[in-house]
């Protein structure tokens, strides 16, 4: 499994970015694909959850209606569209084949919420 992350940035409050992830290594389409985030000193939190073949999505409350995720599994790639980012939101975001096993997690891509 292999997970790349891209995309993240500094941005002010109220503002959106979109990250990507690239996946190879397993059959992408096959599997549903989590974002997760962990904020500076705290622990992991997970984001939001897109099964296989991108119809069904759920996210935590502190992100519902702001954020997106969504698939193109013809180009085996996770996304997670941020709106109306918060200073909350900063975090280091990581895709994820499995939320439960660490070693099928991307390496991370930071989000910085700041004026």
């Known amino acids: 499994v292999q997970l790349v992350e891209s995309g993240g940035g500094l941005v002010q409050p109220g503002g959106s970015l979109r990250l990507s992830c690239a996946a190879s290594?397993?059959?992408?389409?096959?599997?549903?694909m989590s974002w997760v985030r962990q904020a500076p000193g705290k622990g992991f939190e997970w984001v939001s959850r897109?099964?296989?073949?991108?119809?069904?999505?759920i996210y935590t409350d502190s992100v519902k209606g702001r954020f997106t995720i969504s698939r193109d599994n013809a180009k085996n790639t996770l996304y997670l569209q941020m709106n109306s980012l918060k200073p909350e939101d900063t975090a280091v975001y990581y895709c994820?084949?499995?939320?439960?096993?660490?070693?099928?997690w991307g390496q991370g891509t930071q989000v910085t919420v700041s004026s």
């Open positions: 897109i099964n296989s073949d991108g119809i069904s999505t």
């Open positions: 994820a084949k499995s939320v439960s096993d660490r070693s099928s």
């Open positions: 290594g397993f059959t992408f389409s096959r599997s549903p």
